[in-house]
C-alpha cells in the first residue's frame, strides 16, 4: 500500500558524484558511515579521549530501541527508533498454537516506527515522529533491532528505511510525512539491516530474505516503486543461507556508475538508474546474512563474506577485465562491523573477541593483528588520523594509522555501541542504546 500525503521537487545543489555518491559539505554527516559511506570524516580535530565525565558537551536521552546511526543536516541531526509493544499472554498462547512453524514467532503486540530529530547545539529533542506502526511484526535478533538500518538525509528530506515493515520520507524542516510505501515484502528472519542510500532520484536498498532475495529502487519523490530487480545467482536450497543484510556502494567504472550490491553468495553490480545487472562475481558456497558494508579503492572492492565461514575479500573490477578475486583472507573477519580503507592498508575487527587486522590493500598480507577484545558490531571510522574501533560494551578504541599498531586510548560511556559513529563541525556523535552522545575536546565546549 502507497499513500502521499504531497510532494516537490527540490533542487539539490549539494550532491555530486566522485567515484561514490557524496554530499558536498565537511559540516554533513547524510547516510551510514557518511559521505560516499566509506567511514571516513573531514574537518577539525575530534577528541582523543572521552568518557561520561570528560569531553561531554551533551547528553540526550533516546526513547525506544534502535541501532541506526545518526545522520546530520546543518543543526539537525535525525535517528529512528522502535517503540516496542510486549502482546499479553493470551495472545502469546494464541499465536503459540496457530504458530506452523513457517514464520518465526513475535512476542509484540506492536511495533512504532518513529523518527527522533535532536539539536546539535543544545542535545534538545525537537521532532519525534511517527512514521508508521505495525501489529504482530516479524521476529528480530537480540543482536538486531526494528530501527537498525540507518536513514539517508538530504536537505530538506530524511529517508527512513525498515526493511519488509516499511519506508518513509518526511519534510524535515516541517517535519511532515510526504509518502510512505509499505508494498515491499520479505521474510527477513533476524529484522531489518540493510541501509538505503539515495542515487540521483533513486531510493536504493537490497531486500534479501529467505524467501524472497532482490533489489528495489523508490522514485525519493513520490515513494512510488521505479524497478524491482530479483537476484539471479544460483544460491544454497537452504532458505536460511539465503538471506543477506547488506548495504550496497555505487561507484564509478569507466564512465559509468554502478551499483555495488553483495548478497548471498554472489557479488552483483547493477545499473543504479534501471536495476538491469550488469554482471555478477560467485564468491562462495556459504557467503550468507552479511551485514557489513563494503569500502571500494585501487581498483577494487573489499567484501566480508559473512556468517559461517567468513572470508574477506578483494575483488578487482576495474581495468577492463572481468571482475575477479585478488586475494582472501580468512583469520579474524568480521561478518557485522565494516572495514575501513586508509591509503594503502585495510582495518577490520573481528566480532568476538575484539582482533583488529591490518592488511596491505593490494596483496592481503597481514602487517598485525592485535587483539582489543569486547564484541564488535558498529563499524570502523577514520577521522583526525586516528581509528576509532567501538565495541558493544560501550568501549571504544582510539587507533594510529599506519602499518604499526598504536594503541592511543580506550573510552568508555554507559551503555552498549551498537550504531556507528557521526562527525560534524568537529564534533563526534555516538549513539548508545540509551543516548545520544556530543563529544569535543573542552576547549571547544567552552564556546
Not at 554533513?28 to 558511515?33: F, G
Not at 508508521?132 to 538525509?153: D, F, G, K, M
Not at 543477506?244 to 569507466?254: E, G, L
Not at 590493500?361 to 577484545?373: D, V
Request: hydrophobic fraction near 35%; include cysteine; aromatic fraction near 8%.
Amino acid at each position: 500500500m502507497i499513500s502521499i500525503a504531497k510532494w516537490e521537487v527540490i533542487l539539490l545543489s549539494g550532491l555530486f558524484l566522485v567515484g561514490v555518491l557524496r554530499l558536498q559539505g565537511s559540516g554533513e554527516w547524510p547516510e551510514w558511515r557518511g559521505p560516499g559511506g566509506q567511514g571516513h570524516a573531514q574537518g577539525d580535530p575530534l577528541p582523543t579521549r572521552w568518557g561520561e565525565n570528560l569531553n561531554v558537551t551533551w547528553k540526550a536521552p533516546i526513547p525506544g530501541r534502535g541501532w541506526s546511526s545518526p545522520v546530520i543536516d546543518g543543526d539537525q541531526i535525525w535517528l529512528t527508533t522502535a517503540i516496542e509493544t510486549k502482546a499479553n499472554p493470551d495472545d502469546v498462547a494464541r499465536r503459540l498454537k496457530a504458530n506452523t512453524g513457517d514464520q518465526p514467532l513475535t512476542l509484540l503486540e506492536k511495533v512504532e516506527y518513529r523518527a527522533i530529530c535532536v539539536d546539535a547545539r543544545s542535545g534538545r529533542i525537537t521532532h519525534d515522529i511517527l512514521l508508521l506502526s505495525e501489529r504482530e511484526p516479524q521476529w528480530a535478533h537480540t543482536l538486531n533491532s526494528y530501527a537498525s538500518p540507518t536513514p539517508v538525509i538530504e536537505p530538506g528530506r530524511l529517508y527512513a528505511h525498515f526493511g519488509a515493515s516499511g519506508t518513509a520520507c518526511l519534510d524535515t524542516r516541517t517535519g511532515q510525512i510526504l509518502w510512505t510505501n509499505t508494498s515491499l515484502h520479505i521474510l527477513h528472519e533476524n529484522g531489518p539491516g540493510a541501509s538505503p542510500i539515495v542515487w540521483g532520484d533513486r531510493l536504493i536498498f537490497q531486500m534479501d530474505g529467505s524467501d524472497l532475495q532482490y533489489v528495489a529502487a523508490l522514485d525519493k519523490h513520490t515513494g512510488t516503486l521505479a524497478w524491482k530487480t530479483d537476484r539471479t545467482g544460483t544460491m544454497n536450497s537452504n532458505p536460511q543461507l539465503k538471506k543477506s543484510y547488506a548495504t550496497p556502494i555505487v561507484v564509478r567504472v569507466n564512465g559509468q556508475e554502478q551499483l555495488f550490491s553483495p548478497g548471498a553468495d554472489w557479488l552483483y553490480s547493477y545499473d543504479p538508474a534501471s536495476g538491469r545487472e550488469l554482471w555478477r562475481l560467485k564468491y562462495g558456497n556459504l557467503g550468507f546474512s552479511l551485514a557489513a558494508r563494503p569500502v571500494t579503492g585501487h581498483g577494487m572492492i573489499y567484501l566480508s563474506t559473512g556468517f559461517m565461514r567468513p572470508e574477506m575479500l578483494a575483488i578487482r573490477y576495474d581495468g577492463g577485465k572481468d571482475p575477479e578475486i585478488v586475494w582472501r583472507y580468512t583469520k579474524g573477519v568480521p561478518t557485522m562491523a565494516s572495514p575501513l580503507l586508509v591509503g594503502n592498508e585495510l582495518y577490520f575487527v573481528s566480532d568476538s573477541g575484539g582482533m583488529l587486522t591490518c592488511l596491505d590493500a593490494h596483496t592481503g598480507a597481514e602487517h598485525y593483528r592485535e587483539r582489543l577484545g569486547g564484541e564488535h558490531n558498529a563499524s570502523l571510522l577514520y577521522a583526525d588520523g586516528k581509528i576509532h574501533v567501538p565495541s558493544r560494551d560501550g568501549v571504544t578504541a582510539v587507533i594510529g594509522s599506519g602499518k604499526s599498531f598504536q594503541l592511543i586510548a580506550k573510552n568508555e560511556l554507559a551503555g552498549r555501541i551498537m550504531a556507528s559513529e557521526a562527525v560534524s563541525h568537529g564534533a563526534l556523535f555516538i549513539r548508545t542504546d540509551s543516548a545520544l552522545y556530543r563529544l569535543e575536546e573542552r576547549s571547544k565546549n567552552a564556546q
